[in-house]
């Protein structure tokens, strides 16, 4: 797709998924911006993260700025913008139509943006251990359960519809227009006390805080929040559970200020039943109120999961599938996994010795907390098959049955085979 020269790379003209371009009119950021689809044949940037072109292939460009007015190409990572209609006469082009932008374009100003993380998911899919993965490491800001807030204050309907522009204040460590957010960190212990930053200095300088002794650290400012969010960490990260349809994100995957990426976390639905009636004390049968739970459950993951295979041009390159069974068979690989994805560089050995101690104890959840992450992971994974009662397996295969052929979760038609755990019933995903 590209010929190299002597003064750089030539590019051709279509937009690989890997990277964002936009274009802007009247060099104001956000006004009649180009998504992918429209930049076709017009312009393709090379990997910009990493080594940026000296040489780009503007000629189809022209074109449309004599009919669409002054315009500026935007690639997020570059601290300087190229308004082309103002620099053209002082950009020299080849012979093959090509401008030269050498001189303009300074490797040194070129910086790789932050990427950040939002892990999207359902109640008991096993996001508290996924998002420790994240959690532990170093150089990420992990926000746990950060939507919450918004349900004290709006309806279910009217939380989905305000939750792009919130998260987009938290990627953005815009904590000065989140005061509702530092409050309830402030007054919630389990909440913060399950982000490593809220519960370490400068923000509390008590050892091993739990959500009891979260109460003794000091409150947190919000000026001194986004400054360290800013200035201390190459990524943010954040857990919700609370998001119905992904779709109505598009605003913030396509913002080219930040560069958001999704992990959607999926668990077989039956093990998602059998954990929250265990961790809520209900029976095991399904009925009344909980059919209708199931059959929510099972359009939310089919509708998320079929938007992240469709890959609308805001997603593309931007959605990832986890399966838990897959995480906690193969923690270390997919974790590897994920952080290639979100190109968050080596996965750091303090990670990789939490996962360790907290996938290969034979020691049971530590207290009986149904958030503990200290399991033998590997038996957990179908350890359900011995506890739901095969009539409610039928059940939720029933309002389920799309949702498990899609995922690879095997439909089991009898007890025997349900109790058959010399054989696996989670198949690669077709």
Not at 16 to 40: E, F, H, M, T
Not at 49 to 62: G, I, N, V
Not at 153 to 162: D, F, G, R, T, V
Not at 220 to 235: N, P, R, T, V
Request: hydrophobic residues 35%.
């Amino acid at each position: 797709m590209s010929q190299t020269t002597e003064s750089g790379v030539l590019v051709k003209h279509t937009v690989p998924p890997s990277i964002n371009v936009s274009i802007k009119s009247n060099n104001r950021l956000g006004d009649a911006l180009y998504d992918r689809r429209r930049l076709q044949n017009l312009l393709q940037v090379q990997d910009a993260f990493k080594s940026f072109p000296k040489t780009l292939d503007m000629k189809h460009f022209h074109q449309k700025i004599d009919k669409q007015g002054p315009l500026a190409l935007v690639v997020p990572g570059a601290e300087r913008t190229m308004d082309v209609e103002r620099e053209r006469t002082n950009l020299s082009i080849n012979r093959n139509g090509y401008i030269n932008a050498t001189n303009y374009l300074d490797q040194s100003t070129i910086t790789r943006p932050r990427t950040h993380v939002l892990i999207v998911t359902n109640r008991r899919s096993g996001s508290s251990f996924l998002g420790q993965v994240f959690n532990q490491n170093p150089d990420v800001f992990f926000n746990f359960e950060p939507l919450k807030v918004l349900e004290y204050a709006y309806s279910y309907q009217e939380l989905q519809k305000k939750s792009s522009v919130f998260l987009n204040n938290v990627f953005g460590c815009n904590f000065q227009k989140l005061s509702n957010l530092v409050e309830f960190y402030n007054k919630d212990g389990f909440h913060r006390s399950s982000s490593q930053v809220l519960s370490s200095p400068p923000f509390c300088n008590i050892k091993h805080v739990t959500k009891r002794t979260a109460k003794r650290c000091p409150f947190i400012d919000a000026d001194l929040l986004s400054k360290e969010c800013m200035s201390k960490y190459k990524h943010v990260a954040i857990k919700i559970i609370r998001l119905v349809d992904i779709q109505t994100l598009e605003s913030l995957l396509s913002d080219l200020s930040i560069n958001v990426k999704i992990i959607h976390l999926v668990r077989d639905p039956r093990a998602i039943y059998n954990s929250r009636s265990n961790a809520e004390k209900f029976e095991k049968t399904l009925t009344g109120d909980h059919v209708v739970t199931v059959q929510s459950l099972c359009r939310r993951i089919k509708q998320n999961y079929g938007t992240g295979k469709n890959q609308p041009p805001w997603l593309q390159d931007k959605y990832m599938l986890v399966r838990y069974e897959d995480l906690a068979r193969n923690p270390m690989q997919i974790t590897q996994d994920m952080y290639r994805f979100l190109e968050f560089g080596t996965v750091p050995p303090v990670v990789n010795s939490w996962i360790v101690n907290n996938t290969y104890s034979n020691e049971s959840p530590l207290f009986n907390d149904r958030y503990s992450t200290k399991r033998n992971s590997s038996v957990v994974v179908e350890a359900w098959r011995r506890e739901l009662p095969y009539r409610t397996v039928e059940q939720i295969q029933i309002a389920c049955g799309d949702v498990l052929n899609d995922l690879g979760y095997q439909h089991v038609f009898s007890e025997a085979q349900l109790l058959n755990m010399t054989k696996s019933i989670v198949l690669p995903v077709p």
